[in-house]
């Protein structure tokens, strides 16, 4: 069965530092999706991907954030300049559906920022 | 302002018992409400899902009840087993989607 695919599955970095986060999508899907899971916390929207650019964004995805599709396969977030709060799970989702039903979401990234 | 309220916060029930995690919304631009399972350390998993024209659907254990007019959704699992000690979120799809603050369900054999 076609899964969404995320590395690494934990990283660790100081604060300030630069992070990419990378996600290998379900290959047919065209639709890529980043969410944040603070711990014990509700998952929350970051932004989604169509066709190279950015569909919607929520308030968290603020300028130090950034998304690309740099080949292919890959689907990537940056975080330019880590803070604490940013400590999160991290997943990529990723649907075959243009209305952004049926999301399929990968395992994770754990990002902790000290 | 909290576009999805989800509740209980925890759950238990008994092996055999029927668990009752419920939703309400906000905004009656939502067109999907779908239940996500989530296990330790994985991601939401897509359980079942609702499209506002239908009141109930059902997959096999798994029961999606849903009042258009007082805006709530909620998830029925029928014969719980231990293996469905999960954490289960609701969501509702706009331009984006939002998700409930989670249900943490513990089914006791």
Same mark, same amino acid.
């Given at each position: 069965e076609p899964e969404v695919t995320q590395t690494p599955s934990h990283q660790v970095t100081q604060m300030g530092q630069e992070v990419i986060l990378r996600c290998v999508p379900? /290959?047919?899907?065209l639709y890529f999706y980043w969410y944040r899971q603070i711990l014990g916390q509700k998952v929350e929207f970051l932004v989604s991907f169509y066709n190279n650019e950015i569909s919607e964004k929520s308030?968290?995805? %603020? %300028?130090q954030f950034s998304v690309e599709r740099?080949? $292919? !396969?890959n689907f990537t977030l940056k975080i330019r300049s880590t803070k604490l709060e940013d400590s999160a799970m991290y997943f990529c989702a990723s649907s075959g559906d243009p209305y952004g039903r049926e999301q399929f979401f990968g395992p994770g990234t754990r990002l902790t920022v000290l | 302002q909290q576009q999805v309220k989800q509740s209980p916060q925890s759950l238990i029930v008994q092996k055999g018992g029927i668990s009752i995690i419920n939703c309400a919304y906000e905004?009656?631009?939502?067109?999907y409400f779908p239940w996500y399972q989530q296990f330790p350390g994985k991601g939401p998993a897509l359980l079942i899902a609702i499209r506002p024209d239908v009141s109930e659907k059902k997959e096999g254990r798994f029961t999606i009840s849903f009042n258009k007019s007082a805006k709530q959704f909620s998830l029925h699992i029928m014969d !719980?087993?231990? $293996? %469905? /000690?999960a954490t289960y979120f609701c969501a509702a799809l706009g331009n984006q989607f939002y998700f409930g603050t989670g249900t943490s369900l513990t089914v006791i054999p």
């Amino acid at each position: 069965e076609p899964e969404v695919t995320q590395t690494p599955s934990h990283q660790v970095t100081q604060m300030g530092q630069e992070v990419i986060l990378r996600c290998v999508p379900i /290959s047919n899907h065209l639709y890529f999706y980043w969410y944040r899971q603070i711990l014990g916390q509700k998952v929350e929207f970051l932004v989604s991907f169509y066709n190279n650019e950015i569909s919607e964004k929520s308030e968290i995805f %603020d %300028d130090q954030f950034s998304v690309e599709r740099p080949d $292919g !396969s890959n689907f990537t977030l940056k975080i330019r300049s880590t803070k604490l709060e940013d400590s999160a799970m991290y997943f990529c989702a990723s649907s075959g559906d243009p209305y952004g039903r049926e999301q399929f979401f990968g395992p994770g990234t754990r990002l902790t920022v000290l | 302002q909290q576009q999805v309220k989800q509740s209980p916060q925890s759950l238990i029930v008994q092996k055999g018992g029927i668990s009752i995690i419920n939703c309400a919304y906000e905004n009656t631009a939502f067109d999907y409400f779908p239940w996500y399972q989530q296990f330790p350390g994985k991601g939401p998993a897509l359980l079942i899902a609702i499209r506002p024209d239908v009141s109930e659907k059902k997959e096999g254990r798994f029961t999606i009840s849903f009042n258009k007019s007082a805006k709530q959704f909620s998830l029925h699992i029928m014969d !719980s087993q231990p $293996g %469905d /000690s999960a954490t289960y979120f609701c969501a509702a799809l706009g331009n984006q989607f939002y998700f409930g603050t989670g249900t943490s369900l513990t089914v006791i054999p």
